[in-house]
Structures are given as C-alpha cells and as structure tokens.
C-alpha cells in the first residue's frame, strides 16, 4: 500500500478549511452595497444574507432512523476548534459545532449560529453579529455570546496566551477588540480595514464556555473535552473516540436546524486509499473522498454513486529557491530561466496520467473556482522547442554532457517532496524526464513530511520543492508570497520578494470592495505568471462517492468549500433509505 | 546461585533501558529542528504561532534538560503527553496494546497448533509426499513479503468474495464501524491478519519441530520402547512428542518483545489499531513523547524477555552460567 | 535477521563439548561435499548465483535485450499489458517493468550481500572480543549489545532514515546495526564455551598473543556457527528491504527495488495487477531460493555432525 504513511496533513491534495470569501457584497456589486449600507442598515443586511438558499425548508422529506459511516485515512487529533488544524479533525468538528457564519459549497457565507450576515460600520473596522435566539447546548445550557466571546478570547485575549491555538497572531495583528454587549450581540473591532476577517475567522466554531471556562489556560491544551465533547451545538453530539479506529457520534436533539434523520454517524479510519476503495464496494463505508486513480474503478459499481467532481482550492504547485545566497539561487535568479522550465512542462500529461484526468492545468496562481480568477498572462503550454531556445538566449547552452552550462556553473540541481504520496512521487519524476529531455539535470530526493516541512519553512535548504497547498476561500495569497512571510518559519521559503506584488496584496487585503479587490487581484495573478517564482502545476477536484442507501448528499449541498466543514448544515437532511 | 544470576541481569537492564531512551531521544531530535509535531502546513499558521506553541509544549528548551524532565516523569509513571492530540500517552499506550496482543497471541497460538501436527507428521513421514509438501509450505512461509500476502489475501477474502456474492472477510480495523463489537465480529475482523502474522511463525516452528522430533525418534529411549512392543501411537504421542515439543516452549517465550512491535506491518496493511501502527505514524509525525514512552515500554518487554529467555538458557547449560 | 533462535536451540551446549579443536581440513572437506549432494540446495543457490550475475551486468541486459533505461518513462503507454513490446508491461510512468526488476536486482541483492557482510563480520569481531577478553570488556559490550537489541527494530529504521537519507549502502548500514547484535551474542557463545578447553589453555601457556588466538583459534572454531546463523540471513533481509520500501522507508523511487516497485503497485493494482504480480513473485522466488540454499549449507556445516 505504496501511500500508507500518514500524511496527516495534508492527504492527496486535501482541502483543509471551507472559509468563503464571497460574501454577500457580491451580488450586489461592490459600490451599489456600500452605499446600502450606510443607508440601509440592518434590515437590508438581513434581508441579503437570508436571500440565499436557507437549507431547512429546501430539504426533501426523508425517513428518521439509521446510521451513516464515512472514511478517511486520517484519524482526528483534536475536537477543539481552537487547537486542532488538520482536515480530519475539521471534518469531525463541523459535525458538532457550528460558527456565526458557514460556508455554502460555491463559497458564500451564509448565518450559521449568527441570525443574519453582520452589520459592517462604514469604516468597514466594526463588524456587529446577532446570535439566533433560544439557542441551546446539547446538554441544554443556552448558548450565548458569552460563548462566543470566550471563544475567541482563547485565541486573543492576553490571558489565554498559553492556550496552543495556532491562530493567534493572525488575529493579535489584526484585531483591536471583542466586545459582548449583551446576550445576543458581538461586536468586532480590526484595526484597519481586513477583508480576509469573515473568510478567516467568522466559521469558527464556538466552544462552550460553561465546559471549558473554569479551566485554567495550560489546562485548556489537555482537557478531558477535546478529546470527548461533553456539549456541541451542531446536528450531532459525541458519544466515543476509538482511538486509531473510529469516532461515532450520535442525533443532538437540541440543534437549532431541527433533529437529523439519521440516528448515528460514524467516521472511519482506514489504513490508504486501497482500502477505502474497497471498502466502499463492499459497503463496509458508506461515504468517502475517492483517490483520482481509482475513481474510475468506481464507475461499475451499482451499489455507489459517484458525485460530479467538483474543483477545490487545493493546489500542486513547484518553488524555485531564490535566494541569491545559495548556489540554487544563481541558477534561477533569471525570469527567462523560471519561464522556460515552466514551458518545457507538460502539464496536460500530468493531470491526465498522473490525476487520471481529475485536475485542470493552472493558468494562474488562484483556483478557477475563485471570484478572483482570471485566465493570466502570459499563458504557459507546453512548448519544450520555446523552452530551448529561451535558455539557450539566457546564456545556457548544452555542454560535451548533454547538461547546460553558463560561466562554468552546471544546470544542475534536486527536487525535494515528501514521501508517501503518489501523485508528487509520479509528478517530480515526470519533472525529472521533461527537463533531462532539455539539458538540465534535476534529482528528485522524497524525504519525510517533517523533514520537507522543516527544509521549506526554516532551513531553507533546497533547490526545488514541490508540494500541495489549501488556501481559503479569500483570495489573498500573502502568506506564500509575500515578501513578510520569507522570515525564518513563513512559508515564502523560495524567498521571493517582489515589491510591487506586495503592494497589490497589501492593498487587496485593505479594502471591503469587491470590485477594487477584483482588479488589484486581476493584477496579482498577471504579475505571477510573469514571474512564476513558483509555477503551479494542478488545481485538484474533489472525488466523492456515496453509497446509494444515503440520500442527501449530492453536489447541490456539498462542493468546493465544504467539504471538510461547515457539515452540520447539510448533515441534519441526510437520511438512510434502510433505516439500519 | 540462581537468585544472584537473576539479580545481576535485572540490574544489567537498566543501563539498558536509559541507554534505549537516551538513543531515542537523541534520534528524536537530531530529525528535524523547528517542527512541531501535530500542526498542519497550512496557511494559518504564522511563525510566531508555532514559536509560541513550541515555547508552550516545553520544546524550545534545552535537549539535555528535556530529557531530564521526561526522565523525572518516567519515573513517577508519567509518559507525559502526546503532542499531537494531548492524551496521556499511557493512556495511548493500554488502549491499542490489547489489540496488539489479541492479534500477536492468537497468530502465536495458529502457529504452534499448526507446526505441531505439521512437523510430527513431517517427521514421522520423512521424504514422503506430506512431508515434501511440508518443505514447500515452510520455506514458503519464510519468503512471502508479508505486505504482499496481506494484500493479496484482502483481494480474495474482502473484495473478489464480496463481488462473487459469496460471504466475505473485512479489509480493516480490529471490528466493524457500526453495529460491530461482538466476538463473531471481532474474529471475522482477526482471522486475515493473524493468518498473515503467524505464517512467518509457523514456518520456523514446524521446521524446528519436524527436527527435534526426528532427533528424539532416533533416541535409545524410544527405541526401547519400541522394543518392549508399546503401540506405535503411545511411543510417539506419549514419549517423543512432548520431549520434542519442550523446546518449542523456549522459542516461543524468545518472541515476548515480538509481542508488541512484530506485528507492525501487518498492523499497518490491515489498519489495525495495535501499539505497532502507533509507532510507526507517530514516529513519522515526530510525537516525540508518544515515541519515547512506546519504545521504552517495548524496551522493557524486551530486556524481560532476554531475562526470561536467559534463565531458560541458563538452566539448560550450567556451564553458560556467568561465573 | 540472523537466525538466532534456531542457532541458539540446535547448538544445544551439551552438543559442543564434544568438540575439542579447531575444525580440521576434512571437515570442511566433507561439509562441501554434502553440501554439494543436496540437489535442490545446489540449484537454488545455482539461482541466487544466476540473479547476482544478471544484477552485475544489469546496464549490458538493459542494453543489449531489453533495449529500455529503467528510468525512461513514457507517459502514454503507462500501465501496458505485457506483450511483445513490452514484455512484462509497463508501469505508472510507462517505465519497462523487466528492466526495472534487472536494475532491481542490483539494489534487492546489493542491500542483501552487503548487508550479510557487514553484519557477519561486526558482529563476529564483536563477539570474538568480549567473549575473548571477558570482563569488564564483555560486560560494557554486550551491554551495548542489549540496548541494540532491545529497541523496536522499526524505531530505528524511521529514526535513521530520516536521518540518513536512504541509499543502497546507507540502508545496509542500517539494517546491519540492527542485526549485528545477534551475530556478536551468538559468537560471545561460542567462544566461552570453547575459551577454557585444554588447548587454549595449552597454547596459551606458551606464550601465543591475544591477536593470534582470537584469529588463529577462537575465530575458525566459531565459523559453523556463523555459518549456521547468516544461512537463512539473506532471505530475511531481502524481505526487510522490501518491508521498509512499503513502509516508506527504504530505497526512494525513480530507483527501482523489488520492494518499491511492489509498494508502488499496490496502490494501482486495478489498473495493472501485473504490476503486483512480478515483483512479488520474483522476491518471492529468490528469498525462497536464498532460504533453500541457506538450509543446505546449514544441514551440510552443521557442526554436529563432525
């Protein structure tokens, strides 16, 4: 089972987090909304974020009782939504928690807890939520903003500093207050104008304080709770964690949405993606994320249907180190030299060989599925004679060896990936060939995740790497290329440093418009392709097949942006047609 | 004589252990700097996140000091905690390790009941059919991959049964997600893995047993036996197969530390949720915590059963004794 | 791993004392004689011989018969049914998967040989050592012994590979230091139950030095032994190598081992189950052979029969 080693981190291109960034501004046009708001205030609010589909009423009648069980090659780590960060524990955790705001499969965030979409102050610095009234824990205490304050106090307030939350400084650099005025009301405060704020960090789900506020901040990183939720307020509640096995959660009959058809659900650990296929066959599971090469064995299956694919913000991308001190650095300092590279890929080959068809080639550094796209220029086919002649114009022409050559320096250098995941395996090897075919000698090396991880972020010790990226629903890319994030332990380990596309992230973040936003990202995605510091190979689809004795689940619910979160919304109308 | 022997041997140990938890430690460590264990490479995270989580987990202090801590704790019974889920990893630990020993026991047990007959026949029969047959089937058993056998046994009993529409095993987990549990379930889930863990075992037992039964066949007392006109029956059964079979016991009690970590591959292909398979994806994540009390747990199983095993070896050569 | 167990129950001690000398010329004259009776042993290791010389002239048969790199891929004939082009299919990549096995060889049996090697002759030296020098000396490495032993083998495996980047030797080296520590206990053995026999203690009193006794008497005498302990050794390690391709912790692709080019099958069997079928087999094939051939040179050295 060549893919067993847990990759707990991220699994064959996993989405991890389903924060939205269309928000309601959208369907208005940017100008025409703002100036609703300062003259339209919260009815109108109200009456946007309620014009999308609310799921409730839409629901088919289904018949109560049964139980579910879905797959994943992860088990959980955490139930806490305030520490855990991988996708196996978000999954589980949207299952029984909810946040002011959840996602819509295109994107849209829409009220979860919060009764409406929040009132946004004409300084777009002061965002103001109603909590739904009545509502209530599945142990039966009300949920209030008490709730919701303490749980974002876990994650900003001075006192909770020791609490492992991994989203603290994005919210220390940028938050000036929370406030709760009364029982139903929270109020934001940022510091400047932050567009990313609802994508980020308005789907968090909300903890209870009544379980969790006597615990001293230390204490919180160990509780009993996060391993075993004594109350949640999503469509289930937790009934036990087999470790390494499975967790099984059960009907919260005090969800706000009203009771779920089904009695019980269950999550799954299964060894890879072998075994889930086949468990899926043989009905051992009833729902499960489907490996690109196996999706087509599925076909024939009359017991399983498969969802339409659907693309995620999932993507594989390559970085060249740029760091003009190390030898690598020398080899790519020259654009021409990245483009060319890049060109003599054949990234057509890649997603229908190595995805078996199931990904689209990259015309730009964000996701088609985003509001921000656009097709980029320049656009990079797969032109391996261009490829050749740009380099050989750069200065590197092919040495008595077959390997190019400039001032004495050999276009040599490795690849680093992480072991255990096929598709990277398969695609550095491909990377390999396509530029041995050129002249240039590239080694690919697989090292284990930590490894990777530590040599990217910290050490910086590599020539190439190739890795997968979730990004959110938010368009701002900064923490990969923003010059900021090339200090010790950022992501920008490439070190690209290019200050005009930091201002246009900088002035993208900084504004509410919708349509200012679209064009400075307009720009963004012209200015990477010029300078592609780090090429993007695939967008990836998300593959899912459900067993034909669940009814509910289809691609109207489930899609891009929630697949791993945002769940109970949709969970509560999905029913069994055995009842077992 | 005996007593002394035993007691310079415990206290051999524990040099040993503290030298398998230095080294563990050291290796830990020497892997990779500024990881923290249990975070996932997201754009969340910022770097002064993960150095304030570092700082809070205790990992940003000295090595020798981190280890003098755990040390400290280890000796009070306190594994600490996992770094990546905040478990106590003695709770890790007795949770998974009953699954290993249900699937390591019964793969010992399928063994010595199959190489018992399996040799005694081989032996009684030397150069004949079964007993030829009995050469493949051993030296087979000791040249399968068992990843391999694992998978191709999963292909058959879970996924072609299942297709054929005849009754079929389960590919994972130590029982069904739903509505499993009870021992028919559980034994369903047991037989693939513990079939594939005990083919290793029974290949070097039957072998051995066939020999030390051929052996003690050959011994004056069971010829006179023989010669005194006992049945054929009583003079195998009664006389030489126990003599045969008492060495077999020492062979299986050397496979006490396989007891925990020698299932791990076969806990691996079949996702079974034994001590083996912790390791392993814990070591891969780095749960440094998770790792040293797991291997200095196994540590101690193996240093006892080398004790064991010792004093089995010592009281059948006094001459080995240390003098 | 050397077979320790099997070594250490059929050299039951009262079995050794019979012997009082170092094993003389028509010992070995005789091993190899019946060692050259046992007709499947002879084929079998007439096998291993077979691949070992097809792994050396691996770069000649990918030349010369196969007409294929192992490394050439070719992206639109991935996963080809055996045929005449491709005469045992093609894998994920488009890559010859009878070349990749030849190449395969050289890593699979390279590991094998290399690792034996190094095993056999830490371990033995170790073990002449202390059992030689007893004491302190004995004490301080067959404690380094313990600890060797008693780590779960696999932690070690992770630990150094993520370490040491994985290649045909350092993997040797790796699986070596995990397996020395039998070999060093099992000629400790041997050697302090033969140390105090009547000629040691003979030539020992006219003077003949530490190097030359440990050399000269200790080390032939424990040579059956060996023997009987690394016979079933190469099979074993073939078998380790592959378990830790599939575990991710062996030989890295684009380099082929028998053992990752089955991991790798594994994952893709419903679109080429060839792909599972001949690298399993041929590790198969040649452990069992290894192992046969390992079980005749046990039976034809076996000390007992002197």
Redesign the interface.
Do not use: C, W, Y
């Given at each position: 089972?060549?893919?067993?080693?847990?990759d707990?981190?991220?699994n064959f291109e996993r989405f991890?987090?389903e924060w939205s960034r269309r928000d309601f501004l959208r369907r208005m046009g940017g100008v025409v909304a703002f100036g609703a708001f300062t003259a339209g205030g919260v009815e109108f609010l109200e009456a946007c974020g309620n014009g999308g589909s609310s799921s409730t009423q839409n629901a088919p009648q289904g018949k109560k009782g049964g139980?579910l069980?879905e797959a994943n090659i992860s088990d959980?780590?955490?139930l806490n939504s305030v520490l855990s960060?991988?996708?196996a524990s978000s999954q589980v955790i949207s299952m029984l928690f909810e946040g002011l705001l959840v996602s819509k499969p295109n994107g849209d965030l829409v009220p979860g807890l919060a009764s409406a979409m929040p009132q946004v102050s004409s300084d777009g610095l002061t965002y103001t939520f109603k909590l739904r009234p009545n509502l209530k824990w599945s142990d039966g205490q009300p949920l209030t903003s008490d709730d919701v304050l303490f749980t974002f106090n876990l994650m900003f307030s001075p006192d909770y500093?020791?609490v492992?939350?991994?989203?603290?400084?994005?919210l220390e650099l940028n938050l000036q207050s929370i406030t709760a005025p009364d029982a139903q009301t929270i109020v934001f405060k940022t510091k400047t104008v932050w567009a990313p704020f609802l994508a980020?960090h308005a789907q968090r789900e909300i903890m209870p304080k009544h379980v969790l506020g006597s615990l001293a901040a230390?204490a919180i990183?160990?509780?009993d709770f996060?391993?075993a939720p004594s109350a949640s307020s999503g469509a289930f509640k937790f009934v036990r964690w087999?470790?390494?096995?499975?967790v099984v959660l059960a009907r919260n009959e005090n969800y706000w949405r009203g009771q779920t058809y089904l009695d019980?659900y269950?999550i799954?650990?299964?060894?890879?993606?072998?075994?889930l296929t086949?468990?899926l066959?043989?009905g051992?599971?009833d729902f499960g994320f489907v490996?690109p090469?196996?999706w087509d064995?599925l076909a024939t299956v009359d017991t399983i249907d498969r969802l339409s694919p659907f693309g995620v913000p999932t993507f594989t991308f390559y970085a060249y180190n740029l760091d003009p001190a190390k030898p690598a650095g020398k080899l790519f300092a020259d654009k021409a030299v990245r483009q060319a590279l890049l060109l003599a890929l054949?990234r057509q080959?890649m997603a229908d060989?190595v995805y078996f068809k199931q990904a689209t080639v990259a015309d730009s550094v964000e996701p088609p599925i985003s509001w921000s796209h656009t097709s980029a220029k320049p656009s990079y086919g797969f032109d391996k004679s261009k490829a050749e002649s740009m380099l050989d114009a750069a200065g590197w022409a092919k040495g008595p060896d077959g390997i190019r050559a400039k001032g004495g320096v050999q276009m040599k250098f490795n690849m680093i990936t992480n072991?255990?995941n096929?598709q990277r395996?398969?695609l550095l090897?491909?990377m390999?060939?396509s530029w041995a075919d050129i002249g240039v000698s590239a080694t690919?090396?697989?090292?284990?995740?930590?490894?990777l991880?530590?040599q990217i972020?910290?050490?910086r010790t590599f020539d190439v790497f190739l890795?997968g990226?979730?990004?959110?629903q938010d368009p701002d890319e900064s923490?990969?290329f923003a010059s900021t994030s090339a200090?010790?332990?950022?992501?920008n380990g490439f070190l690209f440093k290019n200050p005009q596309v930091d201002q246009v992230l900088t002035q993208a973040a900084s504004t509410l418009d919708q349509g200012k936003r679209k064009q400075l990202y307009a720009q963004f995605q012209d200015l990477m392709n010029d300078q592609v510091p780090a090429p993007i190979l695939v967008f990836n689809k998300g593959l899912w097949a459900v067993s034909k004795r669940v009814q509910g689940i289809n691609n109207t619910v489930f899609g891009s942006y929630n697949q791993y979160g945002s769940r109970s919304q949709f969970f509560k109308d999905v029913w069994v047609t055995d009842q077992k | 004589m005996l007593a002394k022997y035993l007691l310079r041997r415990f206290a051999a140990a524990i040099p040993v252990i503290l030298g398998v938890t230095i080294l563990t430690f050291l290796v830990m460590h020497a892997t990779a700097g500024n990881y923290v264990p249990g975070l996932a490479y997201n754009p969340d995270l910022k770097p002064a996140d993960i150095a304030r989580i570092k700082a809070n987990l205790g990992l940003d202090r000295p090595i020798w000091l981190q280890y003098v801590t755990w040390l400290g704790g280890m000796l009070h019974g306190d594994f600490g905690r996992s770094l990546i889920d905040g478990s106590p990893v003695m709770s890790h630990i007795l949770e998974r390790l009953p699954n290993t020993l249900e699937l390591t026991i019964t793969a010992i047990l399928l063994g010595v009941l199959i190489s018992i007959p399996l040799g005694v026949t081989g032996a009684l029969r030397r150069g004949g059919k079964v007993d030829n047959f009995f050469t493949v089937v051993s030296t087979t058993g000791f040249a399968i991959p068992q990843f391999w056998l694992g998978l191709i046994l999963i292909l058959f009993f879970s996924v072609q049964l299942h297709a054929w529409g005849l009754p079929w095993l389960p590919s994972s987990g130590a029982y069904a997600a739903f509505g499993g549990g009870d021992p028919l379930d559980r034994l369903l889930h047991l037989i693939m893995p513990a079939v594939v863990l005990s083919f290793f075992y029974l290949s070097v037992w039957s072998r051995f047993v066939r020999s030390s039964m051929v052996e003690v066949l050959s011994q004056d007392y069971v010829r006179t036996a023989r010669a005194k006109g006992m049945a054929e029956r009583r003079v195998v059964y009664l006389h030489a197969l126990r003599n045969a079979v008492v060495p077999l016991v020492t062979l299986v009690g050397l496979e006490l530390p396989a007891l925990v970590s020698g299932g791990l591959v076969v806990e691996v292909v079949f996702g079974w949720p034994g001590i083996g398979r912790l390791l392993y994806e814990r070591a891969l994540q780095l749960d440094y915590t998770t790792v040293m009390g797991i291997t200095t747990f196994a540590a101690l199983l193996v240093v006892l059963g080398n004790l064991v095993a010792d004093v089995l070896y010592a009281l059948l050569d006094p001459r080995i004794r240390y003098s | 791993m050397i077979d320790e167990t099997l070594a250490k129950i059929e050299l039951a001690p009262e079995r050794v004392a019979e012997r009082s000398e170092r094993p003389g010329r028509s010992f070995w004259r005789e091993s190899l004689e019946r060692l050259s009776e046992n007709k499947m042993g002879m084929a079998a290791g007439g096998l291993i011989a077979l691949l070992a010389l097809i792994a050396i002239g691996a770069p000649l048969l990918s030349a010369l018969v196969t007409h294929y790199d192992p490394a050439r891929q070719d992206l639109q004939n991935n996963f080809a049914f055996p045929g005449r082009v491709h005469w045992l299919g093609t894998d994920e990549l488009g890559r010859d998967t009878l070349t990749r096995l030849i190449w395969g060889a050289r890593i699979s049996l390279g590991i094998g040989f290399l690792t034996v090697a190094i095993q056999l002759t830490f371990g033995a030296a170790i073990g002449l050592i202390a059992g030689y020098y007893g004491r302190l000396v004995d004490d301080v490495l067959m404690r380094v012994v313990d600890v060797v032993l008693a780590f779960p083998p696999i932690f070690l495996f992770i630990g150094l590979s993520i370490l040491f980047r994985p290649s045909t030797v350092t993997l040797s080296l790796i699986i070596a230091f995990v397996g020395w520590g039998s070999v060093a206990r099992l000629v400790r053995g041997e050697v302090l139950s033969i140390k105090n026999r009547d000629f040691m203690l003979a030539t020992r009193s006219i003077g003949a030095r530490d190097v030359r006794l440990i050399v000269g008497h200790l080390l032939p005498n424990s040579i059956p032994v060996m023997i009987v302990a690394a016979s079933l050794a190469l099979g074993q390690i073939i078998l380790i190598e592959a378990a830790l391709d599939f575990l991710g912790l062996g030989i890295q692709p684009p380099t082929a081992s028998w053992g990752n080019m089955l991991t790798n099958a594994q994952t893709y069997f419903v679109h080429s189950v060839w792909l599972v079928v001949f690298p399993g087999v041929t590790i198969f094939v040649t452990v069992l052979a290894a192992n046969l051939f390992g079980n005749a040179v046990r039976d034809a050295f076996d000390p007992r029969l002197r």
């Open positions: 089972m060549g893919s067993s080693a847990p707990g981190f991220d991890l987090k139980h069980v959980i780590s955490s960060s991988d996708t500093k020791d492992n939350s991994p989203r603290r400084s994005d980020l230390k990183n160990t509780a996060n391993s087999d470790k390494g096995q499975q019980q269950v799954k650990v299964v060894p890879d993606q072998v075994t086949n468990q066959k043989t051992e599971v490996d090469s196996l064995s054949d080959a060989r072991q255990g096929n395996q398969s090897q491909i390999q060939q690919p090396q697989l090292i284990q995740f930590p490894q991880v530590t972020t910290n050490q890795v990226f979730n990004f959110t923490q990969l200090n010790p332990g950022g992501f | - | -």
